[in-house]
């Protein structure tokens, strides 16, 4: 028996953004009724959450109270400071909570999420346009029996010329990081939506799970991460297709993501498919290595049936690795599972000629000589 491969879910992710210069624009600002609109055209159910930067009457006139009078980076700091003060504003933090900004403010409960999100929709209500931003250095990871979550800081950001103020929530107040994506509302709603999945994959209610994750992959359908908890979703609820259809999204998103490439290969083990079990997993052990990701993106498709486009991905990390054994073990197992002895036998003679050692290689040509000699 193999140790099963723990399932990765991530509650917050980054968006393509460095410094401060975005990959592209952030979108306006949005209200209610055009969160209705931008879930209806992303075939969301509005009904699954309401807009999470929505403010109540009660809301803004704390935060006028809060903020006080001053230039605009003052009122910010007020507010942040009355938010900061149990005197002022009591707040129990709550890792595992997402909640709207409204349902914060109520319960004075949540995680960094859930009160960057309050705090965004305070400032917002004094006409001061604050942005949210992830932080994308040095995210955290903790093991949870078979879950392992990895976690991303949400901040308050406020563009200034040239510069930007950041207001973090968790750590030292003003702190400055040196890198940060900034989120427009879409994928804020994205981010909410891949959170309230988590939690429940957390839980264990992996049906529960599904509709959030793929309203997160419809609202941002490059957020590779919402793609990846989507898998794990469906691995569980029985849909190993779908499953499978997703992780390949994922890795066509960034081929390298160790997350997709383990949750995959957890799959695998389940399939008890532990040759691509071992090519998921040494990718996700190359983070950045190329020949890797397109062996375990190769696999992928030999798995779903596609044995040309596996073939095609195989001989690519072959040329982009050529004295690299594992591409030519990768290409002559699937060769062997589809008949072609002798093309395989060819793919391993490569392979040992480069790795003379290599257990993958050695075991591949036991086993063909142990087919040959059985036919």
Not at 56 to 70: D, L, Q, V, W
Not at 170 to 192: E, K, N, P
Not at 259 to 274: D, I, K, S, V
Not at 322 to 346: F, Q
Request: glycine fraction near 6%.
């Amino acid at each position: 028996m193999h140790p099963q491969a723990a399932a990765i879910f991530t509650l917050t992710a980054a968006v393509a953004f460095g410094g401060a210069q975005a990959a592209r624009s952030p979108r306006e600002h949005l209200d209610p009724d055009r969160w209705r609109r931008v879930l209806q055209r992303a075939d969301v159910d509005p009904a699954l959450f309401a807009y999470p930067l929505q403010t109540s009457p009660e809301m803004t006139r704390a935060a006028a109270k809060f903020a006080g009078a001053g230039s605009t980076i003052e009122r910010l700091r007020s507010l942040q400071a009355a938010l900061f003060s149990s005197s002022t504003f009591p707040y129990d933090y709550a890792s595992t909570e997402t909640h709207t900004a409204i349902e914060t403010f109520e319960r004075r409960r949540g995680n960094c999420v859930s009160f960057t999100l309050m705090y965004l929709a305070m400032a917002r209500s004094l006409g001061i346009p604050v942005w949210a931003g992830l932080v994308t250095d040095d995210p955290t990871t903790v093991r949870e029996e078979e879950l392992v979550v990895v976690n991303q800081h949400m901040v308050a950001v406020y563009p200034r010329s040239g510069d930007a103020m950041v207001l973090d929530f968790d750590r030292t107040a003003f702190q400055r990081f040196q890198r940060f994506a900034l989120l427009d509302d879409v994928r804020i709603g994205a981010l909410f939506s891949n959170n309230l999945g988590a939690e429940r994959l957390r839980e264990g209610d992996f049906a529960g799970a599904i509709p959030y994750l793929e309203a997160a992959t419809r609202l941002d359908p490059d957020y590779v991460e919402a793609h990846a908890n989507l898998g794990v979703a469906l691995r569980h609820a029985g849909r190993v297709d779908d499953a499978l259809a997703t992780y390949r999204r994922a890795l066509e998103i960034d081929p390298s993501r160790p997350g997709t490439l383990l949750n995959l290969a957890t799959l695998y083990r389940e399939q008890g498919r532990e040759d691509e079990a071992r090519s998921a997993i040494a990718a996700a052990r190359r983070r950045g290595a190329t020949a890797y990701a397109l062996i375990a993106q190769g696999d992928l498709e030999y798995v779903r049936g596609h044995v040309d486009e596996a073939l095609r991905r195989y001989r690519h990390a072959h040329r982009l690795a050529p004295d690299l054994a594992d591409p030519l073990v990768a290409r002559g197992r699937v060769l062997m599972s589809e008949g072609r002895t002798a093309e395989a036998r060819r793919a391993v003679a490569a392979a040992l000629a480069r790795e003379p050692e290599h257990a993958g290689a050695l075991d591949l040509e036991r086993r063909i000589s142990e087919s040959a000699g059985g036919t």
